[in-house]
């Protein structure tokens, strides 16, 4: 087995991988519906945070399980084109792994959900109580 030489550090290749990061994000964004649903509605959650002023605290816990949704749908998408590729045929094992895939980004979901019922509750409570 041959190995590879080690190469040293370049600037330019670190850089070079920011683009095909930017050009992953692109590809999941233009070809995952469901990212486009998260998306809008994240902006919805958004949008409120700023409405109600709400907490530095509120704000981390809403970022956080903002991002931990949009991660799970990216790496769902990642791994439905892995599995289209390399089982491109009825397959049980791809079938749990794609299954499994979409039960994180349901996870993430669920988190998200929790989050904002937990931060905006008592913000649209004391709307609604004037």
Known sequence: METKEKKAFSLIARIGSFRHAFRGIYVFVKNTHNAWVEIFFNI????????????KGEWLALIIAIFVL???????TAMEVHMDLTSPGQHPYARDTKDIAAGAVLISVF????????IFAPYVGSFLAK
Request: net charge negative; hydrophobic share 75%; proline share 0%.
């Open 44 to 55: 919805i959650f958004i949008l409120l945070g700023f409405y109600f002023s709400i907490t």
């Open 70 to 76: 949009i991660m799970a749908e990216a790496f769902n």
């Open 111 to 118: 988190l998200v959900i929790i989050t904002v019922l937990i």
